[in-house]
């Protein structure tokens, strides 16, 4: 079975530029999340799909960063203008849940990002 | 929430069996522990998940006190590949089934 599929792996760019991620989720997964993950912490929750649906986006600072899942299956997070601090590495992940709040999240390999 | 608290970091030897142990005070009587480990420059991957009392895998143990304030992740004979971050997470309701992660405990095994 594919896992989730995240591109590109790794990305430069100078702040106030714009930068987009991609994220392909695990076949019948009703729900994917974007994390962020800066250098020695753990992941932070950005926002979570159900479907096409944003279900919570309460952390995505929404003034520069946008994230769309259409016709609930893949999605792209965006990020623009880009600041130092949004140096990260991005996690996408799915699940099956739907209702179910203990299931398993499968986690792609993440796109890391460098802002100059 | 429910938060949770775990070592910053652990040190072990090969062969040696390794026990992390989380505390979460505040658990929801729907919730249950999960527990993720992740690589370097790799997205976490599940380890085990439980409810109370003791769950076993092919990879980890799980051990839950009745009180359920605290889990303890044990890794039997830890290998160099067992080196990674593993985070302790309550999964539930009260977290609408998201992941919150902590900032985990950093287990190095030596040779």
């Known amino acids: 079975e594919a896992g989730v599929a995240q591109s590109p792996r790794y990305k430069i760019i100078e702040k106030r530029q714009s930068v987009a991620f991609w994220c392909n989720p695990i076949s019948g997964h009703a729900t994917l999340y974007w994390y962020q993950q800066i250098l020695g912490q753990g992941p932070k929750l950005l926002i979570q799909?159900?479907?096409?649906?944003?279900?919570?986006d309460s952390q995505l600072p929404k003034d520069r960063f946008s994230a769309e899942r259409l016709k609930g299956v893949d999605s792209t997070l965006k990020i623009q203008p880009a600041k130092l601090e949004d140096s990260a590495v991005y996690l996408c992940?799915?699940?099956?849940?739907?209702?179910?709040?203990?299931?398993?999240?499968?986690f792609g390999e993440g796109s890391r990002l460098t802002v100059l | 929430l429910a938060k949770t608290t775990q070592p910053i970091s652990m040190d072990s030897y090969e062969g040696q069996e390794v026990n992390i142990t989380c505390s979460h005070n505040?658990?929801?009587?729907?919730?249950?522990i999960t527990w993720y480990q992740q690589f370097p420059s790799q997205g976490p991957r599940f380890i085990i998940q439980g409810y109370k009392t003791k769950v076993t895998n092919e990879v980890a143990s799980l051990f839950i006190p009745a009180d359920r304030k605290s889990s303890t992740l044990s890794l039997p004979r830890v290998s160099l590949s067992d080196t990674a971050v593993y985070y302790c997470?309550?999964?539930?309701?009260?977290?609408?089934?998201?992941?919150?992660f902590g900032q985990g405990t950093e287990l190095s095994v030596k040779p």
């Open positions: 997470l309550v999964q539930g309701n009260n977290q609408g089934g998201k992941l919150i």
């Open positions: 799909f159900q479907n096409n649906g944003v279900v919570d």
């Open positions: 992940a799915s699940s099956l849940s739907s209702g179910r709040v203990t299931g398993e999240l499968f």
């Open positions: 505040n658990i929801a009587t729907n919730d249950y």
